[in-house]
């Protein structure tokens, strides 16, 4: 099965044999790569039942069905999660996604994979006030759109404004330079649109600019 490159990058990050609870599996692509290439155990679920529908006609036609479990959930609200699964989510916004991480069920995932398609600072500041650490985390340019992947356990951490903006990890590796210049380029148009009388707006985002023009001079 062909995966976009987001995608694939996901599965990469997932290790073999463990239980895996798609969260907004749309149409479960992922769950059959896994399943057909990573001897996962998968469930795939999604609140939306158009989706579903798709999903489960994708996994009838790869053989899958006594293996790939469907659910139609809100999160994980309808969800017996495994102690010790791992969760993905991703394709969503920050503020969905954090709601969805609100359920108490959380708890009993091992790790958490995230796509977040906004947000990146705020999302992250959260997480570790929610009791999590930021374990992995790359981008990913598909179809010339950029993507950050994390993946998050349970434990203490913090990360101050500037990691929490570029990300912690992200700024250890050195093939995270093309992602850094392309949010240079999409800070420095928004900065040009802001109106000289919005000060702290401007300064604020000048801040940003700076620590990116400082990550890319190292």
């Not at 802001?194 to 985002?205: A, N, R, S």
């Amino acid at each position: 099965m062909h995966l976009s490159r987001r995608l694939r990058a996901i599965a990469d990050m997932i290790p073999k044999d463990k239980v895996v609870v798609d969260i907004g599996c749309d149409h479960a692509l992922l769950d059959i790569y896994l399943t057909q290439n990573q001897t996962n155990n998968c469930i795939a679920c999604d609140v939306r039942s158009s989706v579903l529908e798709i999903a489960k006609k994708n996994i009838v036609n790869a053989g899958l069905e006594q293996k790939i479990s469907l659910i139609q959930s809100d999160g994980v609200e309808k969800v017996e999660v495994p102690k010790g699964a791992i969760a993905v989510i991703a394709g969503m916004g920050t503020s969905t996604i954090l709601s969805i991480l609100d359920n108490p069920k959380v708890t009993l995932f091992s790790e958490l994979i995230i796509q977040t398609n906004n947000n990146w600072a705020f999302f992250r500041k959260n997480m570790f006030k929610k009791g999590f650490q930021l374990m992995e985390e790359q981008t990913i340019c598909d179809k010339n759109k950029y993507y950050v992947l994390m993946k998050w356990i349970k434990g203490r951490s913090f990360y101050n404004k500037k990691q929490c903006l570029l990300g912690p990890i992200l700024m250890q590796k050195e093939e995270s330079i093309p992602y850094y210049r392309h949010l240079l380029e999409q800070y420095q148009l928004i900065n040009s649109k802001i109106p000289k009388q919005h000060v702290i707006e401007k300064y604020q985002m000048r801040k940003k600019i700076n620590w990116l023009k400082k990550e890319l001079k190292k």
